[in-house]
């Protein structure tokens, strides 16, 4: 197979769309003929692009830009390089790829899905927001199929009109070697949380954007609760945002500075530290139209570390989410489901690390980026 992967998000750009991209492109190169990535221009690229094994054409337009304009500069690298089937990280390219379909350029165009690019509507309800929604309806009809990343965001295309058979659902899959450590590593875990001021004692976890929809709120509101049966509790948020500020007042007015530690953007290397160092991730997510939890990503990076998860039966996180089997599920909005969540982890150690356990042979067994491109090529491969 003669493969483009089209992206408005790509490394080194950092975000969750960037990490499905790249993480896919990795597998990608390694199981077809010939594939290349299409992707905006952003500062730094050319350093990060120099040491990949396999090409990324990047276009001089701006990323919102990039959707309505680059037809000709895709017809140009296809031609150039012979790419016949086109994936698109998102539906926005539709368009530019369905005219070089029917031109014969490409032989078949499929397109991932997440979630919020099929509900959001600019100028919703307005003559333009009228003519977006026609829009997308318009290019998701014309696609050859569909890749998903839950049920619930495949629930989406078909409310948009995509006929079901055109439906494959594929997971986000995780690295598990990313966030293993070796003997040496787990050594530092220690000095880590101490360096940070993580304390010894119980730790929880959130990584994500600092954004209301995240329910991080919920976890500090739960926090007390917890305290009174497990008193060394600390949480630790990864991430930043701009509901930061106030995240931090939140903390001041419910007295338990001295638990939460926002410990911003980290580097790779402390990323992986910080989950392997917690006794529990939580992130009970919100559904705030059109913002919500697509697949959750973070859960399973957790449980690639061998680690509980807590979350919300909100968007696609219950395809992220084995409840009862990898983690548990929590009413939304709920802060005394999810402190008796908190508790039941914490106060059973047994059956937290059993979940774990159970988290990681999933992930291991059938929720890698490998399963998730293997599953991509052989969908598209048998549709020729």
């Not at 929809?213 to 609760?225: E, F, H, M, Q, T």
């Not at 957790?302 to 599920?329: E, R």
Request: proline share 5%; aromatic share 8%; net charge positive.
């Amino acid at each position: 197979m003669r493969l483009l992967l089209v992206t408005q998000d790509f490394p080194p750009a950092f975000g969750g769309i960037q990490t499905y991209s790249k993480a896919l492109a990795d597998q990608f190169v390694q199981n077809t003929e010939k594939f290349g990535v299409v992707a905006p221009y952003e500062r730094g690229c050319r350093e990060s692009d120099a040491g990949l094994p396999y090409p990324v054409h990047r276009v001089m337009l701006p990323r919102n830009v990039m959707r309505w304009a680059m037809a000709p500069y895709l017809n140009s690298v296809c031609q150039r390089h012979g790419y016949r089937v086109a994936l698109l990280a998102q539906w926005y390219s539709g368009a530019a790829a369905g005219v070089l379909r029917r031109r014969g350029v490409l032989d078949r165009v499929y397109v991932a899905a997440h979630g919020q690019e099929l509900l959001r509507v600019p100028a919703q309800g307005t003559w333009l927001g009228n003519a977006y929604e026609r829009h997308r309806r318009e290019v998701l009809a014309s696609m050859d199929g569909f890749f998903p990343v839950s049920k619930y965001t495949g629930s989406l295309l078909e409310e948009l009109g995509v006929v079901k058979n055109r439906i494959h659902v594929v997971k986000n899959g995780t690295d598990v070697e990313r966030f293993r450590l070796d003997a040496e590593a787990k050594e530092q875990l220690g000095v880590w949380r101490t360096a940070r001021g993580l304390g010894q004692g119980p730790l929880l976890l959130t990584a994500a954007r600092l954004v209301r929809r995240k329910g991080i709120d919920l976890v500090l509101r739960a926090l007390p609760k917890v305290a009174q049966v497990m008193p060394g509790v600390r949480y630790a948020v990864v991430g930043t945002g701009p509901e930061e500020a106030t995240l931090r007042r939140l903390v001041l007015d419910l007295g338990i500075n001295d638990r939460v530690v926002f410990l911003g953007k980290l580097p790779e290397k402390e990323v992986v530290f910080a989950y392997n160092a917690c006794d529990v991730f939580v992130m009970p997510a919100r559904f705030e139209h059109p913002s919500v939890e697509g697949f959750g990503l973070v859960f399973r990076e957790a449980n690639a570390c061998g680690k509980p998860v807590i979350g919300t039966a909100t968007g696609g996180i219950a395809d992220a989410i084995d409840d009862g089997h990898t983690g548990l599920l929590v009413e939304p909005d709920n802060v005394d489901a999810c402190a008796a969540a908190l508790l039941r982890l914490l106060g059973d150690a047994k059956y937290a690390a059993r979940l774990g356990q159970q988290g990681r042979a999933l992930v291991e067994s059938s929720g890698t980026w490998r399963h998730a491109a293997e599953s991509m090529l052989q969908m598209m491969g048998g549709a020729a």
